[in-house]
C-alpha cells in the first residue's frame, strides 16, 4: 500500500498566522483527503483534493480558511489560515486505497496560542 | 445526512477480559466498513467490511458486517494493556470519503 509522508509533525503557532501541512505519497493517487480531530473529538473531512481541479469542501470548510493545493498526483498542501485556538487540533492527509484501507498520513498536531 | 454511531463511547476492563465494540451506519451510497485504532495522532488500519456476515480476523482482533440491521462489532479477546486505544470505525460511500463514528475509548487495566 501507498506510504505518506506528513509534516510537520508538530507546530505551535500564535494567533492570526497560517501554518502549511504538507503530503507526500510515494506513488500516484487520484484523491487525496484532508480531515480534522479537535480535541477529544472524532475525525471530521475537511475536503477531497483532487489534481487538477478545485478542492471540494465540507459544510462548515471554506477555501479562504483552508487553501489547498495539488499540484500533481504525489502532492498536496493544506493552510489554516488566520488561525485562531479553536483550530488547535489534529491534521490528517489520507488517500483512498481500496483493500487495503485508507491510509493516513502520520498527522500534524497544531497548537494555536 | 450520512451518520456512524459507536458505543460504548468508554469502556473500562480488565486485562484477560473479551470486549465488543459496536458501530452503527446510516449511510447512502455505503461503500465499505471500516475499523481503526488510534493512540498517538493517526489512526491504524484494523480492518474494511463490504461483505454482510463474513468475519474478518487478526490475531485476537475479529469484526463481522451485518448489512441488514447496518451494524458492525469489533471484538477483542484475551485483552492486553497494549489494546488500550481509541477505536474508529468509519464508513466509505461512493466519493471515497470517509464518515467516522465518535470512537470508543477502550482502557484496558493490568
Known amino acids: 500500500s501507498a506510504v505518506i509522508s506528513q509534516k510537520p509533525s508538530r507546530d505551535i503557532c500564535q494567533r492570526g498566522t497560517s501554518l502549511t501541512i504538507q503530503c507526500q505519497v510515494d506513488?500516484?493517487?487520484?484523491?487525496m483527503f484532508w480531515y480534522r480531530q479537535q480535541p477529544g473529538q472524532s475525525l471530521t473531512l475537511i475536503a477531497t483534493a483532487n489534481q487538477g481541479s478545485e478542492a471540494t469542501y465540507e459544510s462548515g470548510f471554506v477555501i479562504d480558511k483552508f487553501p489547498i493545493s495539488r499540484p500533481n498526483l504525489t502532492f498536496s498542501t493544506l493552510t489554516v489560515s488566520n488561525m485562531s485556538p479553536e483550530d488547535s487540533s489534529i491534521y490528517l492527509c489520507?488517500?483512498?486505497?481500496?483493500?487495503?484501507?485508507?491510509?493516513f498520513g502520520s498527522g500534524t498536531r497544531l497548537t494555536v496560542v | 445526512e450520512d451518520k456512524v454511531v459507536q458505543s460504548p463511547l468508554s469502556l473500562v476492563v480488565h486485562e484477560g477480559d473479551t470486549v465488543t465494540l459496536n458501530c452503527s451506519y446510516e449511510?447512502?451510497?455505503?461503500?465499505?466498513l471500516l475499523w481503526y485504532k488510534q493512540e498517538k495522532k493517526a489512526p491504524t488500519f484494523l480492518f474494511m467490511l463490504?461483505?454482510?456476515?463474513i468475519e474478518k480476523k487478526s490475531g485476537r482482533l475479529s469484526s463481522i458486517l451485518d448489512k441488514k440491521e447496518l451494524s458492525s462489532i469489533l471484538n477483542i479477546t484475551a485483552t492486553q494493556t497494549g489494546d488500550s486505544a481509541i477505536y474508529l470505525c468509519a464508513s466509505s460511500e461512493g466519493a471515497q470519503k470517509l464518515v467516522f463514528g465518535q470512537g470508543t475509548r477502550l482502557t484496558i487495566n493490568p
Open positions: 489520507s488517500l483512498g486505497t481500496g483493500g487495503s484501507g485508507y491510509t
Open positions: 463490504t461483505s454482510s456476515g
Open positions: 506513488s500516484q493517487v487520484t484523491m
Open positions: 449511510v447512502t451510497n455505503f461503500r465499505s
